[in-house]
């Protein structure tokens, strides 16, 4: 894949990023395997890169299932148009054992047979139309679901740590095929 150089934000890697940015680099190397261009991009501003690292463990521990997680990451993603973040947590989706079916409809915003997995993107679709300030409908069809109060501020958690990292990703120049 090419994704669109940026002459403001190199891609940098462990050893030519700023030496703040260095563990959260190591970090990111150890989950992925490799430094996501993303990361590699964001690391000229260590603060972001520590902000998206410590964002995205708090999410990684809601009581909300991986696939759960990876199902409001797609939305959010589809929202703001990041194909390299729709491309990767579609594989992280299915690498937790979601069948194909599921990963394709969350990519592309299709209809899920999964009524409760349904009933979440639902509820993460209003609580970006509405920014935050979802219906007690809303909330009732998503509690229906057999999801928690709890859960729906966790779903807050995931828009917040992924807006902030597919900002980063769309001022790098590293969101989309070009």
């Known amino acids: 894949m090419t994704y669109a150089a940026s002459p403001h934000f190199p891609s940098h890697t462990i050893e030519t990023a700023p030496a703040a940015a260095g563990p959260m680099l190591e970090a990111t190397v150890a989950k992925f395997g490799f430094l ?3 990361t590699a991009r964001h690391a000229t501003a260590p603060l972001l890169v520590e902000a998206s690292h410590r964002l995205l463990t708090l999410f990684d521990k809601a009581s909300l299932a991986p696939i759960e997680r990876e199902a ?10 990041c194909d390299l973040c729709r491309n ?4 992280l989706l299915a690498s937790y054992g979601a ?3 599921l990963v ?8 899920i047979a999964d009524a409760r997995i349904a009933a ?3 509820f993460v679709e209003a609580t970006l139309r509405h920014t935050g300030g979802v219906s007690d409908e809303d909330l009732d069809a998503f509690v229906a679901a057999g ?7 966790e779903v807050v958690v995931g828009i917040g740590a992924y807006t902030l ?8 120049r590293s969101h989309s095929l070009r």
């Open 120 to 122: 979440l993107v639902r």
């Open 165 to 172: 990292t597919m900002f980063g990703n769309r001022m790098t």
């Open 99 to 101: 069948a194909r079916e």
């Open 72 to 81: 409001v990451v797609l939305v959010v993603a589809r929202s703001f148009g």
């Open 88 to 91: 990767m947590h579609a594989q």
């Open 147 to 153: 999801y928690t109060p709890e859960q729906a501020l």
């Open 36 to 38: 996501p261009l993303p």
């Open 104 to 111: 394709d409809a969350l990519t592309e915003g299709a209809p």
